[in-house]
């Protein structure tokens, strides 16, 4: 069992190689947070399979970069139970993503979810693996990933009891 406590409420995107999904939801999260939230929440990524030091995926860093998010220096890293015990929320971008971070760590069940899973009426929560396939692929996987994102946003606003504004 890990016993870390989280420092700062870090948020931690998961996916398979940390080299597309996680850090695209890492990248969106970060330019979509609110300048008065940085200050309590920090987004990074890691994977389930990954290896460590490669970086984003030529499909993602285009994708991104067309919208005016830079992840160009972002670097995969293995998932580990030290990681997913410390983070204040893990954002798995699937189902096999969830499973693999409680196995890691059982007790942070309640810190661990579905991306998915907060888009009522969607069919499949998991996120689409746009590995292997061109740069229209990486388009649909950000817009959806930016999509959820948006709706993560007030997840973490209930979850965390965050301000709206510097004087909320």
């Given at each position: 069992m890990?016993?870390?406590?989280?420092?700062?409420?870090?948020?931690?995107?998961?996916?398979t190689?940390?080299?597309c999904?996680?850090?695209?939801?890492?990248?969106l999260?970060?330019a979509?947070?609110?300048?008065?939230?940085k200050?309590e929440?920090?987004?990074?990524?890691?994977g389930?399979?990954?290896?460590?030091?490669?970086?984003?995926?030529?499909?993602?860093?285009?994708?991104?970069?067309?919208?005016?998010?830079?992840?160009?220096?972002?670097?995969?890293?293995?998932l580990?139970?030290?990681?997913?015990?410390?983070a204040?929320?893990?954002?798995?971008?699937a189902?096999c993503?969830?499973?693999?971070a409680?196995?890691?760590?059982p007790?942070?069940?309640?810190r661990?979810?579905?991306?998915?899973?907060?888009e009522?009426?969607?069919?499949d929560p998991?996120?689409?693996?746009p590995?292997g396939?061109?740069?229209?692929?990486y388009?649909?996987?950000?817009d959806?990933?930016?999509?959820?994102?948006?709706l993560l946003?007030?997840?973490?606003a209930?979850r965390?009891?965050l301000?709206?504004?510097?004087?909320?």
């Amino acid at each position: 069992m890990c016993t870390i406590l989280p420092v700062m409420k870090e948020i931690v995107f998961v996916c398979t190689g940390n080299t597309c999904r996680s850090p695209m939801a890492e990248g969106l999260l970060s330019a979509a947070l609110p300048s008065f939230w940085k200050r309590e929440i920090a987004v990074s990524s890691a994977g389930t399979s990954a290896w460590e030091g490669q970086p984003a995926s030529d499909g993602a860093v285009e994708a991104l970069g067309e919208i005016g998010i830079d992840i160009s220096a972002h670097r995969a890293r293995m998932l580990t139970c030290e990681i997913v015990a410390g983070a204040a929320l893990v954002v798995a971008l699937a189902r096999c993503h969830r499973a693999v971070a409680l196995e890691l760590a059982p007790e942070a069940a309640e810190r661990v979810l579905v991306i998915g899973e907060l888009e009522p009426g969607r069919s499949d929560p998991d996120v689409r693996d746009p590995i292997g396939g061109g740069i229209d692929i990486y388009r649909q996987v950000r817009d959806d990933v930016e999509r959820l994102v948006g709706l993560l946003l007030p997840h973490l606003a209930r979850r965390f009891d965050l301000v709206r504004g510097d004087n909320g």
